[in-house]
T-cell receptor, first 113, second 111 residues
Framework: EAQVTQNPRYLITVTGKKLTVTCSQN?????MSWYRQDPGLGLRQIYY???????DKGDVPEGYKVSRKEKRNFPLILESPSPNQTSLYFCASRDRVLFTEAFFGQGTRLTVV | GQQVMQIPQYQHVQEGEDFTTYCNSS?????IQWYKQRPGGHPVFLIQ?????EVKKQKRLTFQFGEAKKNSSLHITATQTTDVGTYFCVGYDDSWGKLQFGAGTQVVVTP
């Protein structure tokens, strides 16, 4: 079954404590991306990756890091989380060459206190 | 900021009525996609439009891509409670090089 798996689904953490949200896809997609979703703002892209070892900033990259060491994995790292990073996060993947559908993970609801 | 504007932001619909949500871009789009996100869920792909003036139907859902490829609409007829959720359009412009999401239309259906 084609899927994008995010972990954890829910996370409550304290300001400044480093955390990583994992994302893995089993479709051999080259393109992966991270979004945050906030009420009234829709989905905003944080970072994206066109291929292994290739990453680029999206619209709201401040406070986030990513890495793409393997094709299937694209972790999102918050080195020093702050309360304004409290949000719902989605990882997505799609075929890079064809503008085909994006597959989304189940989402990670992060609360930073 | 977002280059794809979506209206309305909220839509309350009586069960059985029709409604339409619209997406408008300031630039010509290469393609546009529509997604649905159920409450508490993740976005799920509905359809993709590529050609100018293209119209596609999925049961009670009708999707249209404008002649100038700058706007798109989703029309739902005879709304059902299963239509509850947020509908997003996603535009792709070669000059952006990335997907651009509309803010979404949140649909609430009253039985």
């Amino acid at each position: 079954e084609a899927q994008v798996t995010q972990n954890p689904r829910y996370l409550i953490t304290v300001t400044g404590k480093k955390l990583t949200v994992t994302c893995s896809q089993n479709m051999n997609h080259e393109y992966m991306s991270w979004y945050r979703q906030d009420p009234g703002l829709g989905l905003r892209q944080i970072y994206y990756s066109m291929n292994v070892e290739v990453t680029d900033k999206g619209d709201v990259p401040e406070g986030y890091k990513v890495s793409r060491k393997e094709k299937r994995n694209f972790p999102l790292i918050l080195e020093s989380p702050s309360p304004n990073q409290t949000s719902l996060y989605f990882c997505a993947s799609r075929d890079r060459v064809l503008f085909t559908e994006a597959f989304f993970g189940q989402g990670t609801r992060l609360t930073v206190v | 900021g977002q280059q794809v504007m979506q209206i309305p932001q909220y839509q309350h619909v009586q069960e059985g009525e029709d409604f339409t949500t619209y997406c408008n871009s300031s630039t010509t789009l290469s393609n546009i996609q529509w997604y649905k996100q159920r409450p508490g869920g993740h976005p799920v792909f509905l359809i993709q439009l590529v050609k100018s003036g293209e119209v596609k139907k999925q049961k009670r859902l009708t999707f249209q891509f404008g002649e100038a490829k700058k706007n798109s609409s989703l029309h739902i007829t005879a709304t059902q409670t299963t239509d509850v959720g947020t509908y997003f359009c996603v535009g792709y412009d070669d000059s952006w090089g990335k997907l651009q999401f509309g803010a979404g239309t949140q649909v609430v259906v009253t039985p």
